[in-house]
Structures are given as structure tokens and as C-alpha cells.
């Protein structure tokens, strides 16, 4: 098979969602000795740029992202030890907490964000819902992570984004972190009032956002 | 048929699951699997559709689809599941009305069907927020006044108590979910409706604690008001809910289940969206031993539901519900733009004829600003919705399709970056709760602008 064709069968597995096609395309990529970096980025890279693309026009919806994030990882996990062995290293964009905040049960537009960041190539961590402010300070520890993004879904549970803040502050943790909000009712007016350092008015904002905090 | 402790004992000892299995080994491919064996497809030519056998099968796949899924408990991690058979007996059994309020506003709200000549209920109001106590109880009772109203939303005031922020599940949750009971019931009061019945208890009550709380009879609540419990998106519920139904069953109170499913979340597109809003009314029933339902599908992108696949949805999915479930449903529905835009009362206008037309039991009058704005509402939308129900029950689903499409026309490509609106006080003199000269010139271009379109106004 040649390469050509191979690439862009790993891109079509990231494309259809189809995790048993993304394992078996990256097995064909190293049989053939295509770099495993160069399958990452030419290959399951572009079928995320194509979902993402289609997901940010409307044309596709969170299940199709879901099942093309779980595409890449199957074929990450082939593909990874080879990376490893050859002593490459795979871009870091960051790394980041994930979560909903106490009192507060909602998780759809959560898991929207988080599945949009690991498609764009985040470190993911996602902690649940109904999170207290020093659960994520301590997820955020326990990850050495660089951003902690903060949903509310409930005018009453938006003190919950300003009490992480807060606590952060408090512990001496602030500049550690890139603190970004979002949810329903969450505005650029209330980001800026509580001292956050963004906010997106949606997941593809979301991701632009950390892009730019995080990798300036 | 099953009774609330069949459904809690389920809650102990259905499938032990995780969270995230039961999002995508069991929701998302059995309601994709739903969709394609009853062949559910969404037409963007037709927001208001008018086929009855298309609506019956979106029924028929929502029964399926909730006996195939069943309902998750995030406090057991447990699935709770009902047979087909316990599902079409819960419909069976449904009394089809509710009884709310009391004396000269004691009214049934019962089911309308699709083309109804019938106007649909109007309820009234928005559960937001306001800068003070002062303006909140101002616009509800403006909103109660009309005599068409018959049911309210009730705001939740401010979002403060003594400076400090309310926040869910703290006493001054408790202390918020008290007063906006009070502070409603006075506004009511005020223009001569005493016993309008509150539909939406407890706005903004995260804690079950709250809404058992604020329903003493000291407070101004009633067993004839409505009592919302939310259903956890998409397919779950939780300790707190059914703590709620346990105490309003125990106390005889009007149950509301509430469901929003997101179109674009795990529902995936308009046909999966509009399944799982009708399994909705099905889990009300079912799992929540509700009298009657509220839901507002909404977009996951948009955050409002007058997008033409949102619209699409909320036509279908009425329809199936009134034709087969005999629940009465209020329709809510999130505008994109606010206040004094012309947007906000196309948008308004196509979502009231979308609903109306397909059989929606009662509407609220569409909330400006997607529901997130403070201040965001004035009477001006309440005298609007109100008009527009009574124009589009003149129509049937047919001619509200033509209508809905010059609409979009108007509005859709500006959703993206709709105009959020004036408040409150931008628009109205407060002193005298009066509207200002331009509010009411935008008013009458609008009103000009739909009637040359062909909405039968009075």
C-alpha cells in the first residue's frame, strides 16, 4: 500500500469515527515505515481538522466528535510507543483541567469544550461536575496542568468559577494557572469582574482562547 | 402499573454502570440506532411539518428508544429501566389535564392537538432576574394582568440577598427561593390575580432542600401551583430529583418534569433531539409521576431555540406528543436577540406558530436575550406572545410553514450575532411601568411587517 493511500486511511477512520480502521491504518503505517509522527499529523490530524471543521459549520455534532477522538486515541496507542522509542516529541499545547463547578450538575457543554480541546491536540483532564474550588485546585496540582476551564451552566452556580479564583489567590497558586470561564449565562463582564483570564462564548472559542493563552 | 417506589427501588438495583458508558456505549448508539430503524429525517424546506404518520413514528421511536436506554441515576450509577409495556401503560393512565390555581384563576390545563382551533394556554413571565425587588414585582404584575394570562412563570428577583451573591445549594439559595414565592404571589396580588397559579417553583433552586423549603403554605405556596423537576441532560436524574417528586407526591402538589435536550450535544442532530424530547414527556410520566411538563429544546451552539432545526424539532416533536402522550406541555422558548430588536419578534413570532400550530398545550411568551441578560423583559413581549397565539390559532401547520420560512428570512443569518437588546429601563418609564414612544413605534413596524405577511392579527 502506499503511503499516500495509508495516510489517508487513518484520516478517514478519524473522519468516520471508526476506531478498528485507525488501529489497523496505524499498524499499515509502521509496517511500511512511515514516520509515526508524520501518520499523527498527515493522517489523524486531518481527519480532525475536517470533523472540527464540519462540527464549527453546524454540520456535525458531538457524537461525531466523540467517536473521532476515540478514532485518534486507538490509533495513538499504536502509535505512541514507536514515538517513544524513537525519542520524538509530539508538540505539547497544554494541559488542561476540565470541569463543572459545585452545586451545578450540568455536563453537556462541558464535554462539548473538553472533546474540542482534545481534538485540537489539549492534554485533557476532564474532573466531572458539581466541583468544589479546592478539588480542582487539587486536580489541577495532581496534573501539573498549565489552564483550568470552569463551566456554570446556572446564574446561582457562578460564585463556584469565582471561588476557584479566589482560592487561588488565597493559596498563592494565581499566576500558576490560565483560569478560562464559560456557560449559559457567563459573560465577558462577569470574566473580567471576577478576574478570569478569558472567556468563551463557546467551544470553538474555547479552544482559540487557550491557543492563545497558553501557546502565545 | 409501576409507582414511584418501583421507580426508586429500580434506582438501587438496575445495571451498575459508569457515567461515560452510559453516555456512549448506551445513549448515543441506541438513539442513533433509533433514528435509522424508524427512518427519522429532518427537512430543512419544512420547519412546520405537517405529517401526521411522520409525527406517530417519531412517538413510536421515543417509546423504543426510552425502553432500550432507560433513565441513569448519577447518585447510584445505576440505570433505571421500564419495559414498553410499563411505558404505554404510564401513557394510558394520564389523566391529561392539570388543575391549577385557585378561585376565579383556578383553570384545567389540558392537551390541545395539532391544528387546534383552541388557542393554547398563555403563561406568562420569565423565571429571570432583576436589578431590584421593586422592578421584578413591576413587570409580573403588568404580565399577570392581562386576562388572557393563566398561568406565570415567576422571576427570581434579584440575584442577591443583603449584597451578597445567591449561590446554589447555600442558605441564601434558601433565603432566594422563599422570597421569589413571596415577592410573585404579592406581584399576583397586586393585579387582582391572587390565585394565578406559580408554574415554575422554585426558579433558580438547584438544592432539593430549597424547593421543599419554599413550598410552606406561610410563604404563599400552594399544592395548585406547579413544581418543576429537571431532567438531567440527557437521560439522568438524581437523589435531588427524586427527593423532590417523593415529598411533592407525598403532599398532593402539581409535578412539572422539565427537559431541555440539546440539539448538537449527545442527541447529535434534529431527528435525535426531537425523540429524546418526546421520550421526555415519556420519562415524565414514567419515572417522575408527572401532571404536566415543561421543556424547551435548545441549540447547543446558539444557546436559543429559533433555529430552523431547533423549530423543525419543536414542531415534531409537539406534534408526537399531542397526538400520543396526554401530558400537558408548556413550550418555552429562548430568543436569541433582546429587547426592542425587530429580531427578537420575528424569532418570537416563528417559534409561537411553530409551537402553536403543532399542538403545544400552553406557550410561554418567548424570553428576550436567550434568558441570560439581567433586566432583559418587559411587558412589551408578554402583549406580543399574547397575540400571536391567538393569530396563530387561526392557521394551521400548513400556512404556519409558509409564515415560518418569510421569517428565517428575516432572522436566521443574524442568530449568530443577535443583537442583545435594551432592559428594562432603557425602554420604559419605571416610575410609571409605562413603554417609551420608541418601543411603541418599533412595535407597530413590526406588527405592520407581520400582518403584510400574513399573520392574522385581530
Known amino acids: 500500500m502506499q503511503k499516500n493511500e495509508i495516510l489517508e486511511n487513518l484520516k478517514n477512520a478519524v473522519v468516520e469515527g471508526d476506531d478498528g480502521k485507525a488501529r489497523e491504518g496505524a499498524r499499515q503505517a509502521l509496517e511500511a515505515n512511515i514516520d509515526p509522527l508524520e501518520a499523527m499529523q498527515m493522517g489523524l490530524t486531518k481527519g480532525t481538522d475536517v470533523v472540527g471543521g464540519r462540527f464549527e459549520r453546524g454540520e456535525s455534532y458531538l457524537p461525531e466528535l466523540i467517536m473521532a477522538g476515540e478514532a485518534f486515541k486507538a490509533a495513538m496507542e499504536i502509535l505512541n510507543p514507536e514515538i517513544k522509542r524513537q525519542q520524538k516529541d509530539v508538540a505539547d499545547v497544554g494541559t488542561v483541567v476540565i470541569t463543572t463547578v459545585k452545586g451545578d450538575l450540568h455536563s453537556i457543554g462541558k464535554n462539548i469544550v473538553a472533546t474540542v480541546l482534545e481534538t485540537n491536540g489539549f492534554n485533557v483532564v476532564d474532573v466531572g461536575v458539581d466541583q468544589g474550588a479546592l478539588q480542582i485546585i487539587e486536580a489541577a496540582e495532581k496534573a501539573n496542568a498549565d489552564a483550568i476551564g470552569l463551566s456554570a451552566l446556572m446564574s446561582t452556580t457562578m460564585p463556584g468559577q469565582k471561588e476557584v479564583i479566589d482560592a487561588l489567590v488565597e493559596l498563592n497558586l494565581r499566576d500558576k494557572y490560565r483560569v478560562v470561564v464559560g456557560g449559559g449565562p457567563v459573560t465577558q463582564e462577569w470574566a473580567d469582574e471576577i478576574g478570569a483570564d478569558g472567556y468563551g462564548r463557546d467551544a470553538v472559542a474555547a479552544v482559540g482562547l487557550l491557543t492563545k493563552l497558553l501557546n502565545p | ?458
Open chain 2, 1 to 458: 402499573m409501576i409507582d414511584f417506589l418501583d421507580v426508586c427501588e429500580r434506582a438501587e438495583t438496575g445495571p451498575l454502570m459508569t457515567e461515560r458508558d452510559f453516555e456512549l456505549k448506551v445513549f448515543i448508539p441506541k438513539l442513533r440506532d433509533v433514528v435509522k430503524e424508524y427512518g427519522i429525517q429532518y427537512d430543512s424546506e419544512t420547519p412546520v411539518p405537517a405529517d401526521d404518520a411522520a409525527a406517530d413514528s417519531v412517538y413510536e421511536a421515543s417509546v423504543d428508544f426510552l425502553a432500550r436506554v432507560g433513565v441513569y441515576c448519577q447518585d447510584t450509577n445505576r440505570v433505571i429501566q421500564f419495559t414498553e409495556h410499563e411505558i404505554r401503560d404510564a401513557v394510558g393512565s394520564a389523566p391529561g389535564e392539570c388543575l391549577t390555581g385557585e378561585g376565579k384563576d383556578a383553570s384545567v390545563f389540558r392537551v390541545r392537538q395539532p391544528d387546534d382551533e383552541r388557542p393554547a394556554r398563555c403563561h406568562v413571565n420569565w423565571g429571570t432576574v432583576h436589578s431590584s425587588q421593586e422592578m421584578a414585582i413591576d413587570i409580573m404584575a403588568a404580565n399577570v394582568a392581562h386576562p388572557e394570562a393563566q398561568a406565570i412563570s415567576i422571576s427570581s428577583v434579584t440575584n442577591t440577598v443583603r449584597g451578597m451573591r445567591v449561590k446554589a445549594g447555600s442558605p441564601l439559595e434558601m433565603y432566594a427561593g422563599i422570597r421569589a414565592v413571596r415577592v410573585a404571589r404579592d406581584a399576583c396580588r397586586r393585579a387582582g390575580r391572587p390565585g394565578l397559579p406559580l408554574m415554575n417553583l422554585v426558579p433558580a433552586a438547584a438544592a432539593a432542600v430549597t424547593t421543599i423549603g419554599a413550598s410552606a403554605a406561610q410563604f404563599g405556596a400552594r399544592p395548585t401551583d406547579g413544581w418543576i423537576i429537571g431532567i438531567i441532560s440527557e437521560n439522568k436524574i438524581d437523589y435531588g430529583a427524586l427527593n423532590k417528586v417523593a415529598y411533592l407526591l407525598n403532599w398532593g402538589a402539581n409535578i412539572g418534569s422539565q427537559g431541555a435536550p440539546s440539539l448538537g450535544g449527545y442527541c447529535g442532530g434534529a431527528p435525535g433531539t426531537a425523540i429524546v424530547n418526546t421520550a421526555y414527556f415519556l420519562m415524565g410520566l414514567v419515572a417522575m409521576k408527572a401532571n404536566y411538563h415543561l421543556c424547551f429544546p435548545i441549540h447547543f451552539q446558539h444557546g436559543c431555540c429559533s433555529t430552523r432545526d431547533v423549530l423543525w424539532l419543536v414542531s415534531t416533536s409537539s406534534q408526537a406528543g399531542s397526538r400520543n402522550v396526554p401530558i400537558p406541555v408548556i413550550w418555552l422558548g429562548y430568543m436569541a436577540a433582546g429587547v426592542n430588536t425587530k429580531m427578537y419578534f420575528y424569532e418570537a413570532a416563528a417559534y409561537l406558530l411553530a409551537a402553536t400550530t403543532s399542538g403545544a398545550d400552553a406557550v410561554k411568551m418567548p424570553t428576550p436575550a436567550k434568558g441570560v441578560k439581567v433586566d432583559a423583559s418587559t411587558p412589551m413581549e408578554t402583549r406580543f406572545g399574547i397575540e400571536m397565539v391567538k393569530a396563530a390559532s387561526r392557521l394551521n401547520r400548513q400556512q404556519a410553514n409558509d409564515l415560518v420560512i418569510k421569517l428565517l428570512e428575516k432572522y436566521e443569518s443574524q442568530i449568530p450575532n443577535a443583537p442583545e437588546g435594551d432592559r428594562y429601563q432603557d425602554c420604559y418609564a419605571v416610575e410609571t411601568g409605562k413603554p417609551g414612544e420608541s418601543y411603541l413605534r418599533l412595535y407597530d413596524e413590526v406588527k405592520a411587517d407581520l400582518n403584510a405577511i400574513g399573520i392574522p392579527f385581530d
